[in-house]
């Protein structure tokens, strides 16, 4: 079993920066791809940012792209989202999630943290 937890959520004004952090522990991380999600109230979930093991095979939605960044260190089984320029839209509970690579969906989820960014 992987645990997630998740860090560094908040309140933010409009053009502000966040960066989330999601520390692994129960095994290790190797092989696996980590990403990050969002939830907000009354929508469906959605997939931020994705990233594997290497890094080298990077996923951004297109609400993100150019203003969010992941990132991981595979060293201390962690992952990271900074988040810039960020809107009222970014508004939602953001989850860090994992998967093997030879898995389509994700397996692990962290327990969420609440990022508001007021107008």
């Known amino acids: 079993q992987v645990q997630l937890v998740e860090s560094g959520g908040g309140v933010v004004q409009a053009g502000g920066s966040l960066r989330l952090s999601c520390t692994a522990s129960?095994?290790?991380?190797?092989?696996?791809?980590m990403g990050w999600f969002r939830q907000a109230p009354g929508k469906e979930r959605e997939k931020v940012a994705t990233?594997?093991?290497?890094?080298?095979?990077?996923y951004y939605a297109d609400s993100v792209k150019g203003r969010f960044t992941i990132s991981r260190d595979n060293a201390k089984n962690a992952v990271y989202l900074q988040m810039n320029s960020l809107k009222p839209d970014d508004t939602a509970v953001y989850y860090c999630?994992?998967?093997?690579?030879?898995?389509?969906?994700?397996?692990?989820w962290g327990q969420g943290t609440q990022v508001t960014v007021s107008s």
């Open positions: 999630a994992a998967r093997y690579a030879i898995r389509q969906s994700y397996d692990y």
């Open positions: 990233i594997s093991f290497s890094g080298s095979n990077v």
């Open positions: 129960g095994r290790s991380t190797v092989g696996m791809y």
